[in-house]
């Protein structure tokens, strides 16, 4: 287009550059500018045509507000994950420590249990109150009768001979006296069935009154006189005297659990002077042990 203000002549009119005008000719250059430019930005290097993308405002906003909730999306991810991975290391330590108290179980399960001297090789408890079917071939303490193997088994039975009960020193324990329960009984060496029709049985090779060892002391609680009928109901902090001829020693309860008559843990030795009283539980039912367990204190 011409600028305002210069009319066009009749382009079938032949015209040189002489006879144009500055204004024509300065018009001309620039329509010729505008061609070329177009070209330019028409084709690009490769020659292939240019499609220029135009962005409407709308569109733009759009992508911005878009970007908010793939943020908040990316963030909750990155929370899962480090949760999934902080679970994951969880279950590992826990089961590594379920690792470690099972290699503990079997360790201990496998060390043999230390009873105290003179034990005969027992498989339960002293204190029962059934007798054992055979006081040769089968040791005492079992809840219930034995029952003999079956021939088909082709088992052959062993007799062992059960230690014999020793005399009575001067510092064997004579009598026991617990106030809190009333009970007041004689103390018997042996803990088998037939000490144990006498009164209190005291475990051979466990301690005396006053030494330093486990002294073990079984019982009745619902035959021969129940003389440990209450032992149940016997608390903390409550004091059993021990004879000894005329010496009387105090213990203190510390403790008491009921263990099964298979758990000789009971019979175990002590570095320290302690008591440990054994006796049938529940009441004549017979299926556990209650285990009342004292110390010195004097």
Known sequence: MLPRGIIARDMTEPRSLDDLSVEELEALVEQKRRIERARQFADDGDGRRFRPVTMLPNERGEKKSRRKPKSLFDRVLWLIEIGAVAGLIAIIVSAFGNLQTLNQEVTQAKAPVTSAPGATGGQELPG???PPANPV????GSSFAPE????ALGLQLKSIAALPVPTPGPRSPTRIIIPAIGVDWPVVPGDSWEELKQGIGQRVGSANP???GNLILSG???VYGEPFRDLEKLEIGKEVLVYAGQNAFRYVIKAR????????SPLSLSR?????LITCTPYRVDTHRLIVVGELVN
């Open 148 to 151: 003999p193997a079956p021939p």
């Open 128 to 130: 029962s109150s059934f």
């Open 220 to 222: 009745h609680n619902d």
């Open 137 to 140: 071939n089968e040791l005492p």
């Open 257 to 264: 659990r009921v263990v099964v008559p298979s758990d000789l």
């Open 272 to 276: 320290t002077p302690i008591i440990t």
């Open 210 to 212: 006053g030494e330093r």
